[in-house]
């Protein structure tokens, strides 16, 4: 059974930060939940690339792109790649591209929306921070969970 943000809410408000209403959704799981990995960059996506690279063992990575909406930092073959390598999910705070072929893939995407231009590969961007976005501090090793409700953030996994 999958677990929902309202429950969370409901059981758990005291415990949790929740995002502000701002991402859509783009991949084709629509829940997802799982330990939080970081990357704080600005329309570059070479440490996004670096770290959906490793196993994800069900994670989910957060990036803080800063909310640029002048490119996109995950595509359909980084998202592949994510999928593949075991990641429960994406929090882009930033854009996407090649939306229909996201809906596809098997793991949970969410962004502030879509562009259809790619970002520099200049190897720039933090990865392991603590990032701020969406009225949320956010610490890698905290636990997301995220559906069609929202996106909420605990210090550790309440379920």
């Known amino acids: ?3 929902k943000t309202t429950d969370l809410c409901d059981e758990h408000v ?3 930060r929740i995002l502000s209403p701002i991402f859509g959704d783009y991949g084709g799981r629509h829940g997802f939940s799982g330990v939080i990995e970081t990357v704080k960059t600005f329309e570059d996506n070479s440490r996004v690339r670096e770290v959906l690279e490793t196993p994800g063992e069900g994670r989910v990575l957060v990036v803080d792109g800063a909310g640029s909406l002048r490119c996109a930092l995950v595509g359909d073959q980084l998202a592949a790649k994510a999928r ?5 999910g994406l929090l882009v705070y930033g854009c ?3 939306a229909a072929d ?3 893939l098997d793991i949970g995407i969410k962004a502030l929306n879509t562009h259809p231009c ?4 200049n190897n720039a961007g933090e990865v392991g921070v603590v990032v701020t976005l969406a009225g949320a ?4 090793g905290e636990w997301l969970c995220a559906d069609r409700d929202g996106i909420v953030i605990a210090a550790e996994a309440l379920v």
């Open 96 to 98: 996407v591209r090649d």
């Open 84 to 88: 593949d390598n075991g990641w429960s």
């Open 137 to 140: 501090t956010i610490k890698p």
């Open 14 to 16: 005291e415990q949790l």
């Open 102 to 104: 996201l809906a596809d």
């Open 1 to 3: 059974m999958a677990i």
């Open 118 to 121: 790619r970002s520099q590969k």
